[in-house]
């Protein structure tokens, strides 16, 4: 097996990275649980074993935690610390900028500055070439490319050549990540126009940060087995970060709230 093949070797490259979490998230959900998890482990270790490698020290701790589980879950972002991802690639899993909710979206915001609700290829190797050069490290152009094309084919669930908000932040560490909270509570087209209409009482097209605390509210009476109502702080804190000098606009909203988009 190609994916077991990589696993043996001392550095593990941007495209071999990008197979082995497409063969082990076989259900295509963004993260690794249950079953997925288990073969990894199981993989893992008949590969360093083959291989004539220990596990590393991350692979030790990685084991240790979830070998016995069956309610652990990683994402893309603990897979590439575990995993001796080649180091530039690997930066972007690193990245300061990503560390929270709340920085993620304000990462994004800056780069969906006309709220159009997506990156495109442009777009994401710009994002991916300012975090190298924060980190003071320069690639070549067709390497950048590379690293586009490559987190494009990781994160595009529809196939459309660009980046959605909840694509994208597949970036964030798995308990960073509260747009997986809400994933369980998407309204339709016409369920999001009434319950932004109904805090929208002037028409303005946003909302402020009051208007939003009593919207989340209402959604966390409507889906409690979803969504903690003493997390609304850190909700509202995260989604206010799409703002724009407190005006949270209808399109931004829908992109977390709506099943589909803006």
């Excluded at 249950?34 to 990894?40: R, S, V």
């Excluded at 980046?163 to 999001?192: C, D, I, R, W, Y």
């Excluded at 409507?222 to 970060?241: P, R, V």
Aim: some cysteine; glycine content about 6%; hydrophobic content about 35%.
């Amino acid at each position: 097996m190609a994916v077991e093949t990589y696993m043996q070797g001392k550095e593990i490259s941007a495209s071999q990275f990008f197979e082995i979490w497409h063969h082990y998230d076989s259900d295509g959900s963004g993260y690794l649980d249950g079953k997925e998890l288990q073969n990894l482990i199981q993989d893992l270790q008949q590969a360093r074993k083959k291989g004539g490698l220990d596990l590393t020290p991350e692979m030790k701790k990685f084991v240790d935690q979830y070998g016995k589980s069956s309610d652990g879950k990683i994402g893309i972002v603990e897979l590439a610390q575990i995993l001796p991802t080649e180091e530039n690639f690997l930066l972007f899993f690193r990245c300061q900028q990503l560390k929270s909710s709340e920085d993620f979206m304000q990462t994004w915001r800056k780069y969906d500055s006309d709220h159009s609700g997506y990156m495109d290829a442009e777009e994401l190797k710009g994002f991916l070439k300012d975090l190298l050069q924060k980190a003071n490290k320069q690639i070549d152009d067709s390497k950048l490319t590379e690293y586009t094309d490559i987190m494009l084919r990781m994160f595009d669930e529809n196939n459309d050549g660009k980046l959605e908000l909840t694509e994208m932040a597949k970036l964030l560490p798995v308990q960073e990540n509260f747009l997986l909270k809400f994933k369980g509570v998407k309204m339709s087209q016409n369920e999001f126009s009434k319950a932004f209409e109904s805090f929208d009482l002037d028409g303005s097209g946003f909302i402020d940060e009051q208007e939003l605390d009593a919207l989340l509210k209402s959604l966390c009476e409507k889906n409690k087995s979803e969504l903690d109502i003493n997390n609304i702080a850190t909700y509202k804190k995260s989604i206010m970060a799409l703002s724009d000098k407190g005006k949270l606009f209808r399109n931004d909203l829908a992109l977390i709230l709506c099943a589909g988009g803006n």
